[in-house]
């Protein structure tokens, strides 16, 4: 099981048996005495590794509805009226995250973080809702047949 800023998940490695099957023994040796020390290393090092992955993430400043015969005509030099929110969304690999604001360091355009967007600790997909309404389904047939 896996857990990152707030959602997780199993994570599984999968190989054909055909790869296996020749260290299958070196495999089974030693895999009893030395499985929790094993564990919080790897743990460790997964962890260490993930951290370092590189992470995009975009700022929209603002959304604005055009009519398709308005922006036909658009030329250069053209002005769109627009006013600048507040506040900002950052999305992480797609993902709203934060709420920034505007500004500068020193000669550079930036972002400050203003407050983190609230995300569930656990997202239930319509597939597993769905998983669970069958299982229920077939476990109360199971009760009817007795």
Same mark, same amino acid.
Request: net charge negative.
């Given at each position: 099981?896996?857990?990152?800023?707030?959602?997780?998940?199993?994570? +599984?490695?999968?190989?054909?048996? $055909?790869?296996?099957?020749? #260290?299958?023994?070196?495999?089974?040796?030693?895999?009893?005495?030395? /499985?929790?020390?094993?564990?919080?290393?790897? $743990?460790?090092?997964?962890?260490?590794?993930?951290?370092?992955?590189?992470?995009?993430?975009?700022?929209?400043?603002?959304? /604005?509805?055009?009519?398709?015969?308005?922006?036909?005509?658009?030329?250069?030099?053209? #002005?769109?009226?627009?006013?600048?929110?507040? +506040?900002?969304?950052?999305? #992480?690999?797609?993902?709203?995250?934060?709420?920034?604001?505007?500004?500068?360091?020193?000669? /550079?355009?930036?972002?400050?973080? $203003?407050?983190?967007?609230?995300?569930? +600790?656990?997202? /239930?997909?319509?597939?597993?809702?769905?998983?669970?309404?069958?299982? $229920?389904?077939?476990?109360?047939?199971?009760?009817?047949?007795?």
């Amino acid at each position: 099981h896996i857990e990152v800023d707030g959602g997780g998940g199993d994570f +599984h490695v999968v190989m054909p048996y $055909s790869m296996v099957e020749p #260290i299958r023994e070196l495999l089974d040796a030693g895999v009893q005495s030395d /499985k929790m020390e094993t564990d919080v290393r790897w $743990s460790s090092a997964l962890r260490e590794e993930i951290m370092d992955c590189p992470v995009n993430f975009r700022v929209n400043l603002l959304e /604005k509805d055009i009519s398709l015969r308005d922006l036909m005509e658009l030329q250069p030099g053209d #002005i769109i009226p627009i006013e600048m929110p507040e +506040h900002a969304t950052m999305f #992480i690999e797609d993902l709203p995250t934060y709420r920034v604001k505007m500004g500068r360091s020193e000669d /550079k355009l930036a972002v400050q973080v $203003s407050q983190e967007i609230e995300r569930p +600790h656990v997202v /239930k997909t319509d597939l597993a809702f769905l998983g669970k309404d069958i299982m $229920s389904e077939l476990e109360n047939d199971d009760d009817r047949d007795d």
